[in-house]
């Protein structure tokens, strides 16, 4: 994404544009799933001053706002820029993270039914992925 639609892009969410947010919103919108200290080494890189604070600071906020999506494999955090309604699958004989497309209709349905106002669903499968045909996948950490 060019640095004008991030922009309109935290505008539309009601948040403040800030240096920050934006370094951020534009490493995920490369693709892929980083760590928050992934993240803040690579923003790091071009902006020496920013805290490891900061950038979760931000991460909070965009996640608050719905732009990024976080979900918890094996202990560790991981962000991904917020996007239709995927499996994150861990692959443990690859140490890769790839997102399957699918529809998570049901899951919503099920638990509207029970009442409950679904704001997001993660869902994390873990798997074994070396014979995963290439074509299936559609991002990697």
């Known amino acids: 994404m060019e640095e004008k639609?991030?922009?309109e892009f935290l505008r539309q969410k009601g948040l403040k544009v800030t240096p920050q947010r934006l370094a951020v919103l534009k490493l995920l919108s490369k693709g892929g799933h980083f760590?928050?200290?992934q993240i803040y080494d690579e923003i790091k890189r071009?902006?020496?001053s920013i805290s490891l604070s900061t950038v979760y600071n931000a991460l909070e906020a965009l996640e608050e706002?719905?732009?990024i999506n976080s979900f918890e494999a094996n202990g560790v955090t991981w962000y991904e820029l917020r996007k239709e309604?995927?499996?994150?699958v861990i692959c443990l004989d690859?140490?890769?993270i790839i997102d399957i497309n699918t529809k998570l209709d049901t899951i919503y349905?099920?638990?509207k039914n029970q009442g409950i106002n679904v704001k997001a669903v993660n869902v994390v499968a873990y798997a074994e992925c070396s014979n995963l045909q290439k074509e299936s996948q559609t991002a990697s950490s």
């Not at 309604?85 to 994150?88: A, C, K, L, R, T």
């Open 5 to 7: 639609e991030l922009v």
């Open 35 to 37: 760590t928050g200290e």
């Open 85 to 88: 309604p995927h499996i994150n």
């Open 65 to 67: 706002a719905g732009l």
């Open 94 to 96: 690859t140490n890769e």
């Open 46 to 48: 071009v902006e020496p």
């Open 109 to 111: 349905e099920i638990l």
